[in-house]
């Protein structure tokens, strides 16, 4: 999908993004291929294909940075397909209270089929943390741009975290899906075991609280909860990504029905 992105050029939108790959030109080499495109002048044909002509050499020597500083973050999921193998799922849970106050108790990562968990007060560092995030290209998070990026931010204010960043949260709602995580992850039939169904937030902060008094099943639980969190992500970020491919990437030539996430029940 990157290699097909073209509103990473000054001056096309999405409405012109589309024009173009309706036109057949569906990815940079067939836009640098064609001598004029209806509607760019000469000139402006020609700056557009010296911009292409830097950006696949960015994209062939795997700066993805240069694409992050060029897309607005609602387009970060274009980077999903390419960083595949490289892309860390993040969840965290706190004292409850916010970062002036409060603080990080456990901070989940998932990435090439493993997870993580850093707890407070045992292996939750900034050079663990820094080191996990050193291993990644693409940052998945469910509304972690609103919580738990600046919430670590504010924790660690030393921590780089400049990678591409699909916050699955904004996605979801471009595709009518409404509400939390556990209530998209019912929306779409993604189940949690039983011992964790109704478990929310507050309860990850009780949890927390029971476990400093001693309590290591309360720790346990905690855990479980939040590898759920940041385990589920993975199917979840599958099934968005391929229903934002088939309703804002370009036309795949596949005459079959879209795929679509909405279920009955789900808001619009």
């Known amino acids: 999908m990157l290699t097909s992105t073209f509103v990473l050029l000054q001056g096309i ?5 589309r024009r173009l790959w309706q036109e057949g030109l ?12 209806a509607g760019l002048s000469p000139d402006r044909k020609s700056w557009y294909d010296r911009e292409l002509a830097l950006a696949q050499s960015q994209f062939d020597a795997g ?3 240069f694409f992050a500083s060029r897309l607005k973050s609602r387009d970060h999921w274009r980077f999903y397909e390419t960083c595949r193998s490289r892309i860390i799922y993040l969840d965290i849970e706190t004292t409850g209270a916010p970062p002036q106050e409060g603080d990080v108790t456990v901070v989940g990562l998932h990435r090439n089929g493993q997870t993580t968990s850093l707890i407070r007060g045992e292996n939750l560092t900034a050079d663990r943390l820094q080191a996990e995030f050193d291993q990644g290209e693409l940052l998945v998070t469910f509304f972690g741009t609103g919580f738990d990026v600046p919430y670590l931010r504010a924790k660690f204010p030393a921590l780089r975290l400049t990678m591409p960043h699909f916050d699955v949260c904004f996605a979801a709602r471009r595709l009518g899906l409404r509400g939390g995580l556990k209530q998209i992850e019912r929306a779409v039939g993604i189940e949690r075991d039983s011992a964790l169904q109704g478990l929310d937030g507050w309860d ?8 400093r008094r001693g309590d290591r099943k309360a720790l346990d639980l905690l855990l479980a909860y939040n ?5 589920n992500l993975v199917p979840l970020t599958e099934l968005v990504y391929k229903d934002m491919m088939s309703r804002f990437g370009p036309p795949s030539g596949d005459s079959s029905p879209a795929p679509t996430l909405l279920r009955p029940g789900c808001s619009r």
């Open 13 to 17: 939108g999405p409405v012109t993004e």
């Open 26 to 37: 569906l990815d940079w080499q067939r836009f640098l291929q064609q001598p004029r495109v």
């Open 63 to 65: 700066h993805l940075h």
């Open 204 to 211: 990850a902060v009780r949890l927390w609280s029971q476990w």
């Open 227 to 231: 590898a759920a969190d940041t385990d």
